[in-house]
């Protein structure tokens, strides 16, 4: 029989629901959208049917409002918003917004930052071990990289078996390499990355992103 999706399995869904087909109009994955104020914009899909259990809508969506409630009493009116909870055709999305990385980085217990390249060191984050490639496939140190000042970053922490699509408010200009990480990092037009983590399950990796 199957059963109607507990609170903890809600929790768990809401932070980890994975891609679905959407029939002929080929796959979506879930995607995160930065914009030039630095909000952050996360579109969540996944199917209803989930094995032994199946999502109820209702109870979804009201976990997840109760979840941002909670958060934005901690951490001030706005900081997530529950943007909508749709069901068709046997899959389900949720939209939620983000004042600042650090709000999704604390909502989804998962490292995002977006900031100034120039700043990513005194904010915590070593690159000269990562290396990079430009969208034309050429190898890249970071050290070698011009005009900083004029450079954002995005780094994104993935768990294993995830897929992410980054889209920027600027031109994509350097990923980290593929084989770096575990993960297929892809370009996907100008502004946007497409993250395939396929590490060992239960991995995390971080992606690194630079724009302008």
Same mark, same amino acid.
């Given at each position: 029989m199957r059963k109607v999706v507990s609170a903890l399995l809600l929790l768990t869904l809401i932070l980890n629901l994975t891609g679905c087909g959407r029939g002929n109009k080929g796959p979506e994955i879930n995607s995160l959208s930065v914009n030039k104020s630095g909000e952050i914009s996360h579109h969540i899909v996944g199917s209803v049917d989930q094995n032994y259990y199946q999502i109820e809508t209702a109870d979804l969506e009201s976990f997840a409002a109760s979840r941002v409630e909670e958060y934005c009493a901690e951490k001030g009116e706005g900081s997530v918003t529950l943007k909508a909870v749709e069901e068709k055709d046997g899959s389900i999305s949720m939209d939620f917004g983000y004042s600042s990385a650090e709000d999704y980085s604390g909502f989804n217990h998962r490292t995002l930052y977006v900031g100034a390249l120039e700043d990513a060191k005194s904010d915590g984050y070593e690159l000269e071990a990562v290396p990079f490639v430009s969208m034309d496939g050429q190898a890249v140190e970071i050290g070698y990289i011009e005009e900083w000042e004029k450079k954002k970053l995005v780094i994104l922490e993935t768990k294993s078996g995830e897929e992410m699509l980054i889209n920027l408010p600027g031109k994509t200009l350097y990923t980290n390499q593929s084989a770096h990480s575990g993960q297929d990092v892809t370009f996907v037009? *100008? *502004? /946007?990355? *497409?993250? /395939?983590?396929? +590490? +060992? +399950?239960g991995a995390r990796a971080l992606s690194y992103i630079i724009y302008e």
């Open positions: 037009g *100008k *502004k /946007s990355v *497409k993250i /395939s983590n396929q +590490e +060992e +399950e």
